[in-house]
């Protein structure tokens, strides 16, 4: 990115259930800055950055171009001095559980008396969502419920790899495997795991859920995070179940209250238990034992 003051156009695209793959991959190309929002109801939003100069024209040309069907959105001038910063890098410090979690470009210094943690999330969702405060919960409750510390834990969907950090910061012995869809985020989670001094703890790679090579050899796991949504979570609760030692706890997240029953539903049909239902605001995190 050539110039990250001044104003940029911003395009917020209609929210859907799941943004098409082929939407994504035009997104991550055409704009400069892209990010992903979630709504109460659970629906995806995208959201484009582009220099103040942008055209829309060019967009629309673009995915002409491409064969790609724009969804329904929004172009507007955005004003600020520093757009990166204020709409996209920073966010407001969160604080959950044993955990405080803010931006790398906040110099506040870090409490004393919390696990603390400074990431870079421009490009990876994940920073404060409500989802993150109800898994960070799910963490601080399994470090209590564990007679022995977890060795091996599987983070499934990692974006900016908040919850694996968190667990090697927690867990200052165990191994995290760290696993996105997206390259963008298995680089900025490798990023944020050398930022926090965490890089020997955490192995970040590309993974379509457990099918990766790396998932499938440092199986069974003491603990495995997915933080995605609902869908995909059932699609990959029978590779959860097999994937997790006897004894073992899962956080799963990313559904809502009226999907509850669906999601836990077809984890319980898997041979895992529900310990704990976190709720935040529309939102649900479950924890799991096998």
């Known amino acids: 990115m050539s110039n990250n003051s001044g104003s940029c156009k911003i395009a917020k695209f209609e929210p859907t ?8 991959a035009f997104a991550d190309d055409f ?33 002409a171009a491409q064969n790609i069907a ?3 959105y929004t172009w507007d001038l955005l004003q600020s001095d520093d757009w990166l910063t204020e709409n996209v890098m920073a966010f407001a410090p969160l604080e959950e559980a044993e955990f405080f979690i803010c931006s790398i470009h906040d110099e506040t210094p870090l409490p004393k008396d919390k696990l603390g943690l400074k990431v870079y999330a421009a490009t990876a969702f994940g920073s404060e969502h409500q989802t993150t405060r109800g898994c960070l919960d799910a963490i601080s409750d399994i470090n209590k419920l564990c ?3 977890p060795q091996k834990v599987l983070d499934v969907g990692t974006g900016s790899g908040i ?29 944020n795991a050398a930022d926090n001094g965490v890089e020997k703890q955490i192995s970040a790679a590309l993974s379509d859920g457990y099918q990766s090579e790396l998932v499938q050899k440092n199986a069974p796991y003491d603990v495995i995070f997915a933080n995605i949504l609902a869908r995909p979570l059932i699609a990959m609760a029978p590779d959860m179940a097999k994937s997790l030692k006897k004894g073992g706890y899962a956080v799963i997240s990313g559904f809502i209250d009226d999907q509850v029953d669906w999601v836990v539903g077809e984890h319980e049909k898997q041979g895992l238990k529900l310990v704990k239902l976190y709720e935040k605001e529309n939102w649900r995190v479950a924890l799991l034992e096998k």
């Not at 259930?17 to 994504?24: G, K, T, W």
């Not at 990010?35 to 829309?56: F, N």
């Not at 910061?169 to 900025?188: G, L, N």
């Open 70 to 72: 724009l969804p329904p």
């Open 147 to 149: 007679q022995q510390k």
């Open 31 to 63: 704009f400069e800055v892209t990010s992903i929002d979630y709504s109460d109801d659970g629906k995806e939003q995208l959201v484009g950055y582009l220099r103040q100069d942008a055209k829309e024209e060019d967009l629309q040309k673009a995915a």
């Open 17 to 24: 259930a799941e943004i098409s793959e082929e939407l994504q």
């Open 163 to 191: 919850l694996a950090l968190a667990a090697a910061k927690i867990w200052s012995d165990s191994q995290i495997t760290a696993v996105d869809i997206d390259d963008e985020a298995v680089r900025v989670a490798q990023q």
